[in-house]
């Protein structure tokens, strides 16, 4: 058996490297897209709120 084939493949959550913090550029992008699935989500929840009460009438 060669040396290559006895390597193991590293597992998906070995954590060899330490993680990074994303830059301030990353960090507005991740916030703007985080508040704006909150604001989807809000909604969503929302009209089926209102459906609901639709229903019971």
């Known amino acids: 058996m060669n040396q290559k084939a006895a390597r193991?493949?590293?597992d998906l959550f070995d954590m060899d490297d330490q993680p990074?913090?994303?830059?301030?550029?990353?960090?507005?992008?991740?916030?703007?897209?985080v508040e704006a699935l909150l604001r989807?989500?809000?909604?969503?929840?929302?009209?089926?709120?209102v459906d609901d009460d639709q229903d019971h009438r």
């Open 40 to 49: 989807e989500i809000i909604a969503a929840l929302a009209a089926e709120e």
């Open 20 to 33: 990074t913090a994303p830059i301030p550029a990353q960090r507005e992008q991740l916030a703007a897209l």
């Open 8 to 10: 193991r493949q590293p």
